[in-house]
């Protein structure tokens, strides 16, 4: 087997393994929908990652050959978009505002204006160098995310905030996109997803530490505000 079809083998696994990632979260806003509250449960994953998804599509656009992001990632911009507007109607009315502005600041402006100084100020090869850095620095994000739940277990005791499966899958993606990003010679992709591995590993190790667990008791009005990361 040659080194493209190699690359398109990991690929098209990435998009498989992303696509069960995407959709791990389901039996938890399940749970959010019958029990009309999101109260304990944090937004912050979702918005990243919906940039995230928004960010990689601008790049694939701007840039040959990579076909194979762009499926992935119009896939997860719809869905994260269907998670995050079920957080925002079932959530407490603070966590419901904070959630807003974040996607105002951050998926609305923040993405607008790196499209627009990237449009103006550069292009060709040049842009796709940039365009690439912030999608790595932000791919970064999506993997870091998830402290602040990790946070949340060993507080609580409790893994109920955060799915194994999605866990799962996010190691297992990472693994296949680093082997896609390093047999395309695309290190934007490779490089994050070195983090997202040992991530990933993290949550698993810390889902079965916590998972038999007797959990301590959040009162959720004392909750910190929402914060990026």
């Known amino acids: 087997m040659d080194m493209a079809t190699l690359t398109v083998v990991f690929g098209v696994l990435g998009n498989i393994v992303s696509f069960v ?86 998926n609305v402006f923040g993405y607008g204006l790196m499209i627009l100084l990237t449009t103006l100020l550069t292009k060709g090869e040049r842009r796709r160098l940039v365009v690439g850095l912030i999608c790595l620095a932000f791919n970064i ?23 194994f499966l999605l866990s799962f899958f996010i190691t297992l993606g990472a693994i296949m996109w680093f082997f896609y990003g390093f047999l395309a010679k695309d290190f934007y992709i490779a490089l994050p997803n070195i983090l997202g591995f040992f991530l990933g590993i993290g949550q698993m190790i810390l889902y079965f530490m916590y998972k038999n667990a007797t959990s301590v008791i959040v009162v959720h009005e004392d909750q910190p505000e929402l914060e990026l990361v």
């Open 141 to 163: 994000g999506v993997f870091a995310a998830p402290f602040s739940t990790m946070r949340q277990v060993i507080k609580t005791r409790s893994v109920e905030f955060m799915p």
């Open 21 to 106: 990632a995407f959709l791990a979260p389901i039996p938890t806003f399940y749970k959010i929908y019958k029990n009309k509250s999101a109260e304990g449960f944090q937004s912050l994953p979702y918005l990243i990652a919906l940039l995230s998804s928004m960010l990689w599509m601008y790049y694939a656009l701007i840039h040959e050959g990579v076909v194979l992001l762009i499926t992935i990632n119009s896939f997860g911009c719809v869905i994260e978009t269907i998670y995050i507007s079920l957080f925002i109607f079932y959530a407490p009315k603070k966590f419901k505002i904070q959630t807003v502005k974040i996607l105002l600041l951050l």
